[in-house]
Each structure stands twice: as C-alpha cells, then as structure tokens.
C-alpha cells in the first residue's frame, strides 16, 4: 500500500508544467510586490541624484515583468487546457499582480531623485484606474476559486492590463 502525500504538500506542489510556471511567476511578482512597497515604505532609498534608481531596481522590475507575462502565459495556458487546473498560484495570480502594480505605483520615482515625489503624484496612471485593476484582480481570483477556466482567461486579460499599466506607471511626469 503507497504511503499518501499530506495534504499540504498535495495542495502545495505543482502537479504540471502549467503549475509550475504559475508558482513561478506568482513568486517573481510576489518579490517586485515587496521590493516596490519597501521603496514606498523608504525602507530601500532612492539614489543621490536625479535618475537614480533604488539599488537592484532594475533587475527586480525585470522579474515582476517577465513574471507577469510568464503569469499570462500560464493563465492562458490553463484556460486553454481541456482539464481545467485549479492550483492555488493559478487563483492568485491576479492578487499578486495587482499588488505589484499598487506598490509600484505609490513607490517613488527616481527620475525626481533625490526629491521623494511618488509616481502616483501625476502621470499617465490615474488612481481609479489602480481601482479597477484591483477590483478586476480580485474578481479574475474570485472566478477562479470556482470556475477556473473562465478564471483563467480573466486572469489573463488582468495580467496583460498589469503588465502594460506597469511599464507606463512613471511615464507623463
């Protein structure tokens, strides 16, 4: 008789590639989440001078963007699938996403280096539109608890408003 997994392991591991590659962008975007919400909290300084990025910035916000379109991807990958999965980073993707964009987005700008002036304070992002990615993120979660095929294809749209809403955040100031 072959010993049964505990159920936190079960719910825990990846069972697919699919999974995986969720798991991994949930991670990848979980780590750009804090790194930009230690920024905001000036728990990591701007630099010096005008244009000086916070130490490790760039490298971060490369992961959390290719965690995003890694996140797209598997989410449309999921909903594509004849067997629909329901792991546990396939439901949060959206969460994490949104996270990522809300801590970026009231993170400080380094183009105003030394000045702490946030990106939120003017721009092409407004705050209502920050409102609504989340309230999509949580819905796109939401459906996927319970429907994760159409969870999935909304997650998917979610992640891609994420990922561009991410690159333009700081641009228009």
Known sequence: M???APLLTTLLRPQTTVEALA??????MAVGAVYETCVALE????????????????????????GLLLGSGASGANAARHDTRSFWAL????????????ARFYAFDPYYAPSLR?????????TPWIALIVALSLGA??????RPRLGSTCTFVVLLLCFFTALVVRLGH
């Not at 728990?43 to 963007?65: C, F, K, N, W």
């Open 2 to 4: 072959a010993a049964r």
């Open 23 to 28: 798991a991994l962008a949930f991670a990848l």
């Open 43 to 66: 728990i990591i300084p701007l630099g010096a001078v005008p244009g000086a990025a916070p130490p490790g910035e760039a490298a971060v916000a490369i992961a959390a963007v290719a």
């Open 91 to 102: 439901k949060l993707l959206g969460p994490v996403a949104a996270a990522y964009v809300v």
């Open 118 to 126: 946030r990106a939120s304070e003017g721009g092409l992002v407004s």
């Open 141 to 146: 979660a939401a459906l996927a608890a319970v």
